[in-house]
């Protein structure tokens, strides 16, 4: 019922910025919590933030803390993740998560539903 397609990768030097966007269609995306993920070359996905159904609740991975904003516009059916001071480990393919259980999301268990990804490229 949701579909998901995410934008706004690129290459960024580091300290630079970049914003995400995942563009979701279906009747029930307000029902779903969301949450990005990355998988970086010859490593596991990592979980990276979390938002709830009404966008109340917010959360992320320690090593994003303080830098990420993980937000959402319902009206739009749209969330994004705002990434500043970006770090040559934050380069990854990035992927749009949408799950009925925000805790799941928060734990690295998110399923139901994902983006294709979208590539972030940090340089030194």
């Known amino acids: 019922q949701v579909q998901l397609v995410e934008s706004g990768g690129g290459a960024v030097q580091a300290g630079g910025s970049l914003r995400l966007s995942c563009a979701a269609s279906g009747r029930s995306f307000v029902s779903y919590s969301m949450g990005w993920y990355r998988q970086a070359p010859g490593k596991e996905r990592e979980y990276v933030a979390a938002?709830?159904?009404?966008?109340?609740?917010?959360d992320y991975a320690a090593s994003v803390k303080g830098r990420f904003t993980i937000s959402r516009d319902n009206a739009k059916k749209a969330v994004y993740l705002q990434m500043n001071e970006l770090k040559p480990e934050d380069t990854a393919v990035y992927y749009c998560?949408?799950?009925?259980?925000?805790?799941?999301?928060?734990?690295?268990?998110?399923?139901?539903?994902w983006g294709q990804g979208t590539q972030v490229t940090v340089s030194s």
């Open positions: 938002i709830s159904w009404s966008g109340g609740s917010r």
């Open positions: 998560n949408a799950d009925t259980t925000y805790t799941d999301i928060v734990l690295g268990k998110g399923g139901h539903y």
